[in-house]
């Protein structure tokens, strides 16, 4: 008997609770169903399908009560399944050996339930008005004598009907949170992805930023360059020269004192006059440039910062509304949605002596003598 019962529960349907009954059909994960409990989960899975003559006339999918694994159908819905030939013969010489059985029948109706109130009547009505199982008896003489009853067989389909249509319902429903959970994932991947996307442009958008700064910087840069290089090279041509008239100053100056030993009278007169003229000439400078104040001074060259640091504070995220604002406005901006920065530059010349321009014809100043 400990095997007859293994059989017989390997013989039961998951949906409806009994045995299988003809047509048996296997799914795609080897799992079975009646046809009729397989078409009712079918059809409370895909409520919306056309259906014609109570057969579906489109495919569909549900998932098996098993093991939840997904079952695609074409357009023959449940009829598109294989029958599973083997269980239903199985299920034929079952009922055979239970019917050939030495009267299995008998010990199962006296394990049947009996009426606590009437020991010797089995339970074989249904009291509505309590929702209780009860006997004739109590119906006839006892408690529920005036209670509303029915057949116990209609009750019980009715209410199998029931149970099995709330399953049903449920397996609908959790394929359908199934669905909305799958959505929910594939919504946050969307929105990692689209992260990364914008803090790549982000970063793009800086890093373009920082290469126009770059390029500003070493601009800048080179304009200080060029000025301190002609500076510089006026400044060493000058000390050159003012090298030279020194040392011809000096070989005047010698020349003079070799003079001034000369004993005799007349070769001394013959070259004093020409001697005179050279100390002359080497104690003036008025043809020697004179650097005037401040020409080395290179504080022209100074840049600001401060508004271009309020408005680099003050970048963010545009929105649309703001976007077309700019464009009324006229504002300049950037890609990234910042506003243009620009370095601070003197809206007036400033004079060659502070800005660095070499005067072509430097001032001079005489001397006497």
Do not use: W
């Not at 029915?150 to 009907?161: D, E, G, H, N, R």
């Not at 013959?270 to 650097?291: G, I, M, N, R, Y």
């Amino acid at each position: 008997m400990d095997t007859m019962d293994n059989l017989e529960k390997q013989l039961i349907c998951p949906i409806c609770l009994e045995m299988f009954t003809k047509p048996v059909v296997i799914l795609p994960c080897q799992h079975n169903l009646c046809r009729k409990c397989a078409n009712d989960v079918f059809q409370a899975s895909n409520p919306y399908l056309p259906t014609r003559a109570g057969a579906v006339t489109s495919g569909g999918r549900f998932r098996c009560p098993s093991c939840r694994h997904e079952v695609v159908l074409d357009r023959h819905g449940v009829y598109g399944l294989q029958r599973n030939l083997l269980v239903e013969n199985i299920i034929d010489m079952f009922k055979q050996g239970s019917t050939s059985s030495s009267k299995p029948e008998p010990e199962k109706r006296e394990e049947a339930p009996m009426c606590e109130v009437h020991p010797e009547e089995r339970i074989n009505i249904y009291c509505v008005t309590h929702a209780l199982p009860t006997c004739s008896m109590c119906k006839v003489f006892g408690a529920h004598k005036d209670c509303e009853v029915a057949p116990l067989t209609s009750v019980y389909q009715t209410q199998k009907t029931e149970l099995n249509d709330g399953i049903a319902m449920i397996v609908g429903n959790n394929d359908r949170m199934q669905g909305i959970i799958s959505q929910l994932e594939l919504a946050c991947s969307t929105i990692e992805e689209n992260s990364r996307r914008q803090k790549t442009l982000i970063c793009e958008k800086f890093d373009a930023l920082f290469n126009a700064l770059e390029e500003r910087k070493q601009s800048l840069g080179q304009r200080v360059t060029a000025e301190q290089e002609e500076k510089l090279g006026y400044i060493r041509g000058l000390t050159q020269r003012y090298g030279a008239h020194l040392e011809a100053s000096c070989r005047a100056v010698e020349t003079g004192i070799t003079a001034m030993e000369e004993p005799e009278m007349a070769l001394f007169l013959q070259a004093a006059k020409p001697l005179l003229k050279k100390l002359t000439d080497a104690a003036s400078t008025a043809h020697l440039d004179k650097v005037e104040p401040g020409y080395e001074n290179m504080d022209h060259f100074t840049v600001s910062f401060s508004r271009e640091r309020q408005a680099l504070s003050a970048i963010d995220f545009i929105h649309d509304e703001e976007e077309e604002e700019d464009d009324e406005e006229g504002v300049d901006v950037d890609p990234a949605g910042s506003p243009a920065v620009a370095m601070a530059t003197p809206s007036q010349p400033i004079p060659s002596a502070q800005t660095g321009s070499l005067p072509s014809a430097p001032k001079t100043a005489s001397t006497s003598t």
